[in-house]
């Protein structure tokens, strides 16, 4: 990134018990190995890290770098319970319904779901103070 002060880091991926608050799993992120751009690095992170947990029916938490509709439905296929996670609004997997219309300042402060098994969508939208 232009604006970071340093261009120079590590990158961790780790997966942690909620409960316990231990590491079960950690990947170092050595950057870039082709010249080619990396595609789906965030749910190939995930499907690495949680390799070893696969059919224990665990529930899945990620952060929105990770969530997308096909890791969701490859994670419900490996036999884990649930999987929650947020999106970007920029998604092409988020539904046109489920974004704000800016134009109605109502909706500006609204939330919304909808269901189409097994995918539950909740959106809520504030206002930008």
């Not at 880091?9 to 997966?15: S, Y």
């Not at 994670?75 to 974004?99: A, H, I, Q, W």
Request: net charge positive.
């Amino acid at each position: 990134m232009k604006t970071k002060p340093g261009r120079y880091g590590m990158k961790v991926w780790a997966m942690a018990d909620v409960q316990s608050h231990y590491c079960s799993n950690v990947q170092v992120y050595l950057g870039k190995q082709t010249l080619v751009p990396e595609k789906g690095q965030g749910p190939q992170v995930v499907h690495d890290l949680t390799a070893h947990i696969r059919g224990s029916g665990r529930n899945i938490t990620v952060d929105n770098f990770f969530t997308d509709l096909k890791l969701t439905t490859d994670l419900l296929n490996d036999k884990f319970t649930l999987v929650v996670g947020t999106m970007r609004r920029n998604k092409r997997e988020v539904p046109p319904s489920m974004l704000p219309d800016k134009t109605d300042r109502k909706s500006l402060q609204s939330s919304d779901l909808q269901t189409t098994q097994p995918w539950t969508c909740t959106c809520q939208s504030a206002e930008r103070r």
